[in-house]
């Protein structure tokens, strides 16, 4: 089945530098990858996803790159603010059954002022 | 549009006893999932409902969790007997259909299971 790696696990950035997320996947046949944003005690809420026919998606200071090739896909965030600090998660659909979602484990990202 | 309701949003249980956690999900989505979140952790799939077939089991990690969803639309998630390792928050998610077809996944607040 489908596995998801990320890294890193925690990440400090002072406030304006740039924060870059990398997750890796093992079921070429996924297709679907949303990046997630859980602040504390909240629940997750979408923030960005990108499919397997593009290679790269940017949404305001958000953007997301995907390489099939190597299976592996990015969230990179610019000019970080403080309220950009929270567990960022990655998913890949699980490419047999084209349902669930297969989680990172997080990342936590904090933005010093 | 009212979102993905929980309830109860905390519940402490003794362990051996069962525990029934309810999702509504957004009205008019066809799938329906539940994930469990360790403290710490990621997000584990148990098992997701699409429309009128047979859900998929393979996320449920023993035989003492089951779900049902009654008529297409609220679900319950039910642990029986249950073990202090089943403390986690239990977060229940819908999408107007499967995620493959390009549906985002929206979550609900999520339920806070504590067993003593």
Known sequence: GENVEQHPSTLSVQEGDSAVIKCTYSDSASNYFPWYKQELGKRPQLIIDIRSNVGEKKDQRIAVTLNKTAKHFSLHITETQPEDSAVYFCAAINGGSQGNLIFGKGTKLSVKP | ?116
């Not at chain 2, 799939?45 to 008529?71: C, H, M, V, W």
């Open chain 2, 1 to 116: 549009g009212a979102g993905v309701s929980q309830s109860p949003s905390n519940k402490v249980t003794e362990k051996g006893k069962d525990v029934e956690l309810r999702c509504d999900p957004i009205s008019g989505h066809t799938a329906l999932y539940w994930y469990r979140q360790s403290l710490g952790q990621g997000l584990e799939f148990l098992i997701y409902f699409q429309g009128n077939s047979a859900p998929d089991k393979s996320g449920l990690p023993s035989d003492r969790f089951s779900a049902e969803r009654t008529g297409g639309s609220v679900s319950t998630l039910t642990i029986q007997r249950t073990q202090q390792e089943d403390s986690a928050v239990y977060l229940c998610a819908s999408s107007a259909r499967l995620a493959g077809a390009g549906d985002t996944q929206y979550f609900g607040p999520g339920t806070r299971l504590t067993v003593l």
